[in-house]
């Protein structure tokens, strides 16, 4: 009877946009799966020795530079979220969006300007020698160490809790600060005691994406010169040439990965959150005054001097001298090049994500809900695990095809075909960032009544002419939403494209980094500066779409 009734709910939902979602779903699990089996796989010389005298100190700088920037990056977060959220202070409605424009900095961006800025030579120690015969003693602000590179990921990564825990506490948290007044709370007291506890879970999913991007980093920690497994799996491909051992370590990042997800698991065991949705409404700010006033304002100013205006207007300054220098024929290709990668990209995530959420939102069901999680696990993989796994997989494929390439396409027999094409970059791209697509859209099917779908049914409509007739209008902000999230995750993607790039194919972010490695800092600004102004632009179109 079971079989009959399961076998049932699969023709019912065997129609084109479901059998097309479980194949995007199959896509981005393969190459994960790919990582895995590599435990499984005989290990060579190179393993055994990255094991036995390298494999212990990965581990750790990874484990120090999550734990330091998660609780930093948190703390600055939080905080900056209350004060917005819970106090009217000058140019509020201003700091408001201007804390988040950060992360429009890619991280190795902030980190060669800040190292370069903080030097000897820089701008911050020259200008004290010149001006107040001041020398710093060596090491006093300097911060090539891994100090540096906390320092650089805390600032550039804060506003992911912040979005998340500023969106808490203006919608949900109302209801519960007007009881905590009535009971003579202080602003400290109804900060620790009620606003922290039951904003634990946005906090908490704040804090991992701040995690997973800590993981993901390859050029903060190899600039800096700290090791961590994501360093590590680089070395170890392009050091070693070893793409076996490299999986291994890839499948130590995703053990880690796994720990975190159970350690927050389990420190969550036993409680409970909820919301009453109909209880809720937006917090009454309370307006400061005289010195708390100042210290909010100083507070935020603080913040986005550090992490945004500054580094910055230092960009704009080395551009203005280096422009002419770098602004060569190939310029304009590296700006094609990541514009149409991003947008490429972009445009398919979309695509899978559209299908994906309509099918979960059509067909609720626990098999729904571990299709979602399937479909947007790509985020919660660093960046050099799904490379490595894309490229296991694509390797695969060629050797499978190898028969057909010569006679198909005229080339030599063993050439590498798929894996040395965008296609492989692409598909690495798709699987990280479809959960910013599928999220976005996700939250957009949550303002369309499933009325309007049935009455479209009723009249005869098909599934097709229902979404673009009825949802698609009402989803249109979401899907652009969603459409620049990954634009904008794409085009500073570092760690990925620089591992599946084709020979040749240099993007804005890839040659940034290339003129930092070498050294030539001045030279990496006009890019560095494209690349900040092309984010900012899809950090604005997220801002604009989700205020309506």
């Not at 911050?124 to 060596?138: A, E, G, K, V, W």
């Not at 890839?250 to 919301?275: N, P, S």
């Amino acid at each position: 009877m079971k079989t009959s009734i399961w076998l049932r709910e699969i023709r019912r939902r065997a129609n084109s946009w479901f059998i097309i979602t479980m194949l995007g779903a199959l896509v981005i699990i393969m190459p994960v799966a790919y990582v895995i089996l590599s435990f499984f796989q005989p290990t060579g010389e190179n393993w055994e020795h990255i094991k036995e005298y390298l494999l212990a100190d990965y581990i750790k700088g990874s484990v120090i530079l999550v734990g330091s920037v998660g609780f930093i990056s948190t703390t600055i977060g939080v905080v900056l979220a209350w004060i917005v959220a819970a106090y009217e202070f000058p140019f509020r409605k201003q700091f408001k969006w201007l804390l988040i424009i950060p992360l429009a900095i890619p991280p190795y961006i902030a980190a060669y300007t800040y190292s370069t800025m903080t030097s000897y030579t820089g701008v911050i120690q020259s200008f004290f020698r010149n001006h107040f015969d001041y020398h710093f003693t060596p090491g006093t602000i300097e911060i090539m160490s891994l100090r540096g590179a906390v320092f650089v990921l805390t600032l550039f990564l804060y506003p992911y809790v912040y979005m998340i825990a500023l969106n808490y506490f203006e919608k949900q948290s109302g209801s519960y600060i007007e009881s905590a007044k009535t009971l003579g709370l202080n602003g400290f007291q109804m900060f620790f005691r009620l606003g922290l506890p039951i904003a634990r879970p946005a906090i908490i999913a704040g804090s991992m994406l701040v995690i997973f991007e800590v993981l993901s980093d390859y050029g903060v920690a190899s600039f800096f010169g700290v090791r961590t497994i994501s360093t590590a799996i680089f070395q170890t491909w392009f050091g070693m040439y070893d793409i076996h051992a490299a999986m291994r370590l890839a499948a130590w990042l995703l053990v880690i990965i796994l720990g975190i997800f159970m350690l927050e698991r389990f420190l969550r065991k036993g409680r409970k959150y909820d919301t009453n949705v109909t209880q809720s409404r937006p917090l009454a700010r309370k307006r400061l005054r005289g010195w708390t006033a100042w210290v909010a304002f100083l507070t935020c100013s603080a913040v986005f001097l550090s992490a945004f205006l500054i580094p910055f207007v230092q960009l704009i300054s080395w551009s203005l001298k280096t422009f002419e220098k770098v602004w060569r024929s190939d310029f304009v290709s590296l700006i094609t090049n990541s514009l149409l990668a991003a947008l490429i990209g972009a445009l398919i995530i979309s695509f899978f994500a559209i299908l994906a959420a309509r099918t979960i939102n059509l067909y609720p069901s626990a098999s729904s809900n571990l299709l979602a999680r399937i479909m947007t696990s790509g985020y919660a993989v660093p960046g050099a695990v799904v490379a490595i796994g894309v490229l296991a997989l694509f390797i695969t494929l060629d050797e499978k095809l190898a028969f057909i390439y010569p006679k198909l396409l005229g080339v030599e027999s063993g050439t590498l075909v798929l894996s040395m094409s965008i296609a492989m970059l692409i598909t690495g791209y798709v699987i990280r960032f479809m959960a910013q697509g599928f999220n976005a859209i996700e939250s957009g099917y949550t303002k369309v009544p499933p009325s309007y779908r049935e009455a479209s049914f009723l009249l005869g409509r098909g599934l097709t002419y229902t979404f673009w007739k009825v949802e698609f209008p009402l989803l249109r902000g979401s899907i652009l939403i969603g459409f620049a999230l990954a634009f904008l995750e794409i085009m500073k993607e570092l760690p990925l494209t620089l591992l599946l790039r084709p020979f040749n194919f240099d993007t804005l972010a890839t040659r940034t980094y290339q003129y930092a490695i070498d050294e030539r800092i001045y030279e990496a600004a006009p890019s560095s500066l494209l690349l900040i102004c092309l984010s900012i632009l899809s950090v604005i179109i997220i801002l604009k779409f989700e205020e309506k």
